[in-house]
């Protein structure tokens, strides 16, 4: 299937590993100019516009920091100049400490930190992008998690900032669809990044994947397909939803 996203370009927030790297190198096999955010990483970044080059692609890393407002928007404004237009967002990096915490033991600042460097990120992204977005056509998808609906103890802000990109993006599509511009949320489950092989024993993510309908646990690839389709031209009409990735569990 022709994605239709040849020559548009596609920016990619914390696109250096995991889910943002398999999409990065999804969008350039599609033929578009991709580029995509790291925080700090600039060696694993410089590998994957390697990678992106080895298989015949065109796309650059950008350093920005999720925590500063200034970072990004001078950041996005530089990409979206340089280039006249930004045609997809994909809203995916996340910072800031996961270790699961309690509610009656959390820090109520470090709480709203996490809200604060992801959710107020991704509103801050956006706003940044639309002005390179509207009057021409544009896809925005947001990386959220299985966890925002579902729930897991110790994981309140990170849900909650995760959560609040559903509404978020529920009010993006209403506002947006006139211009051409559609929102839509992906919301995997346990996947199978580098972060989670390093901090799941194999026996727990076996244990995991024995317990899936389909018998295993998603990889990068898998997610990075969705979110590939519903950033393309070939979306025609999906618009405003969140959509599981996890395998039917």
Request: proline content about 3%.
């Amino acid at each position: 299937m022709d994605l239709g996203l040849s020559g548009k370009v596609v920016l990619v927030t914390g696109g250096s590993k995991g889910i943002g790297k398999a999409t990065v190198l999804r969008y350039a096999e599609e033929g578009a100019r991709v580029v995509f955010t790291f925080a700090s990483d600039s060696s694993a970044s410089s590998t994957v516009v390697k990678e992106i080059g080895e298989r015949g692609g065109i796309g650059e890393a950008v350093q920005m920091d999720l925590t500063r407002s200034s970072s990004i928007q001078e950041t996005i404004s530089r990409v979206g100049r340089k280039f006249g237009a930004i045609s997809v967002l994909v809203n995916n990096a996340v910072t800031g400490d996961r270790h699961p915490v309690r509610i009656a033991e959390s820090d109520p600042e470090e709480w709203l930190q996490m809200i604060d460097h992801n959710l107020k990120s991704a509103y801050l992204v956006t706003k940044t992008v639309l002005p390179f977005m509207k009057g021409q056509w544009g896809r925005i998808v947001h990386v959220s998690s299985e966890i925002a609906e579902d729930g897991m103890a110790g994981a309140s802000s990170y849900m909650t900032a995760k959560a609040g990109l559903h509404g978020f993006s529920r009010a993006l599509s209403v506002e947006l669809a006139s211009e051409g511009i559609f929102s839509n949320v992906v919301l995997p489950g346990l996947t199978l990044t580098e972060r989670n092989l390093r901090d799941f024993p194999p026996e727990m993510l076996q244990k995991f994947a024995s317990s899936m309908p389909t018998r295993r646990l998603g990889t990068p690839e898998d997610v990075a397909g969705l979110i590939a389709f519903l950033g393309s031209a070939a979306n025609s009409f999906v618009n405003g939803e969140m959509i599981r990735v996890t395998g039917g569990k």
